[in-house]
């Protein structure tokens, strides 16, 4: 059976199109006898508008994408969460893509949702995202883009982050502070730029602290997984056996350093403290409790929806739209695997 139309509701009734369209909208030149009549017909004939004829004629979808890293991780789980509560709000729905941490896809999920003539995008890029001509083409066709979380600073747009290396700084110095000196870092991939602002962070704490930088005491974990935390830190401990603190930049790789460290009876703090980066929902379940970076994902998911919807309404009314950098506070979660049990600001 095809889709019930307006067209259908006014023959059946003997009215015209135009004031089936008014009824089910309540506009008040529209008796209240004839707004009850095509309302019980439209709801008997499960009538659906056309989205597509109604974004033709309002230029607007109320519809926004999300394209993400992951499916499967606890941040992205609780950004999602954030982004569609705010989006919900305002009378937004959410289409979420995830990407898989392929630039490929991504470029395919941009070309679909500029199909889907969405009125606004929000993106984490994926760690393979070197290039941006499709992040381009999102504003040479007009449509609001806002990035967070992983981003890049070669496209003119919203963003809503982290300050990652101060982040990191805090978390390193902390960990300096309670007596480790032989540091080595679990790090990430090249791409995107908030593994390497990590980094940073790891390295400045060092020379602020004026212990000197090894950079076989770095360890690069470019696909971020557990399995990379066991295997970098065995091969951390061979290279370097004095080491007594490991900073690991997701908690991911912590739950596979620390696992590690268990196995082979190696104690945690008393030998080696390790510090992670996210405050994964776990994170004060895994033996011992992980001492972490909170990584506030809810309120990013909300400020990066709430900046778009902002930035789609000012464009449907023909006004300026400006661009703001967006970062948000973190704090230390100390736990188990640390010196000192307090959140530290």
């Given at each position: 059976?095809?889709?019930?139309?307006?067209?259908?509701?006014?023959?059946?009734?003997?009215?015209?199109?135009?004031?089936?369209?008014?009824?089910?909208?309540?506009?008040?030149?529209?008796?209240?006898?004839?707004?009850?009549?095509?309302?019980?017909?439209?709801?008997?004939?499960?009538?659906?508008?056309?989205?597509?004829?109604?974004?033709?004629?309002?230029?607007?979808?109320?519809?926004?994408?999300?394209?993400?890293?992951?499916?499967?991780?606890?941040?992205?789980?609780?950004?999602?969460?954030?982004?569609?509560?705010?989006?919900?709000?305002?009378?937004?729905?959410?289409?979420?893509?995830?990407?898989?941490?392929?630039?490929?896809?991504?470029?395919?999920?941009?070309?679909?949702?500029?199909?889907?003539?969405?009125?606004?995008?929000?993106?984490?890029?994926?760690?393979?995202?070197?290039?941006?001509?499709?992040?381009?083409?999102?504003?040479?066709?007009?449509?609001?883009?806002?990035?967070?979380?992983?981003?890049?600073?070669?496209?003119?747009?919203?963003?809503?982050?982290?300050?990652?290396?101060?982040?990191?700084?805090?978390?390193?110095?902390?960990?300096?502070?309670?007596?480790?000196?032989?540091?080595?870092?679990?790090?990430?991939?090249?791409?995107?730029?908030?593994?390497?602002?990590?980094?940073?962070?790891?390295?400045?704490?060092?020379?602020?602290?004026?212990?000197?930088?090894?950079?076989?005491?770095?360890?690069?974990?470019?696909?971020?997984?557990?399995?990379?935390?066991?295997?970098?830190?065995?091969?951390?401990?061979?290279?370097?056996?004095?080491?007594?603190?490991?900073?690991?930049?997701?908690?991911?790789?912590?739950?596979?350093?620390?696992?590690?460290?268990?196995?082979?009876?190696?104690?945690?703090?008393?030998?080696?403290?390790?510090?992670?980066?996210?405050?994964?929902?776990?994170t004060p379940y895994i033996k011992p409790h992980l001492s972490t970076?909170?990584?506030?994902?809810?309120?990013?998911?909300?400020?990066?929806?709430?900046?778009?919807?902002?930035?789609?309404?000012?464009?449907?009314?023909?006004?300026?739209?400006?661009?703001?950098?967006?970062?948000?506070?973190?704090?230390?979660?100390?736990?188990?695997?640390?010196?000192?049990?307090?959140?530290?600001?």
């Open positions: 059976m095809s889709q019930v139309t307006l067209k259908d509701i006014a023959s059946i009734l003997g009215v015209s199109v135009t004031t089936v369209s008014k009824a089910l909208k309540d506009y008040p030149d529209i008796s209240n006898d004839t707004k009850h009549a095509v309302r019980l017909l439209a709801e008997k004939l499960n009538y659906k508008p056309n989205i597509h004829a109604v974004t033709l004629r309002s230029n607007q979808s109320k519809t926004i994408g999300a394209i993400l890293p992951k499916i499967d991780h606890p941040f992205f789980a609780e950004a999602i969460t954030g982004i569609i509560s705010e989006a919900n709000v305002h009378g937004y729905q959410v289409i979420i893509l995830f990407s898989d941490e392929s630039i490929t896809t991504e470029e395919q999920q941009v070309d679909l949702l500029l199909e889907k003539r969405v009125d606004g995008i929000l993106m984490s890029l994926a760690n393979e995202t070197n290039r941006f001509d499709h992040l381009h083409k999102i504003i040479k066709n007009q449509v609001p883009l806002v990035l967070f979380d992983k981003i890049t600073r070669q496209v003119n747009c919203s963003k809503v982050i982290i300050d990652d290396e101060k982040a990191a700084y805090k978390a390193v110095s902390h960990m300096i502070k309670t007596g480790c000196r032989n540091i080595g870092i679990l790090s990430g991939p090249e791409f995107p730029s908030n593994y390497n602002s990590r980094l940073k962070g790891y390295l400045r704490a060092l020379e602020e602290h004026e212990i000197t930088q090894d950079d076989t005491k770095i360890c690069r974990c470019d696909h971020l997984s557990i399995e990379e935390g066991r295997s970098n830190t065995e091969t951390l401990l061979k290279n370097h056996p004095e080491i007594d603190g490991i900073f690991c930049i997701t908690d991911h790789i912590a739950l596979g350093s620390i696992s590690y460290l268990n196995d082979k009876g190696i104690s945690i703090p008393d030998q080696i403290s390790v510090m992670g980066f996210s405050n994964w929902m776990i970076v909170d990584q506030p994902s809810i309120q990013m998911g909300k400020e990066s929806a709430s900046l778009l919807i902002d930035e789609i309404d000012k464009k449907h009314k023909k006004q300026p739209v400006e661009f703001y950098e967006v970062k948000l506070q973190t704090h230390l979660v100390l736990r188990e695997t640390t010196i000192g049990d307090a959140e530290v600001r």
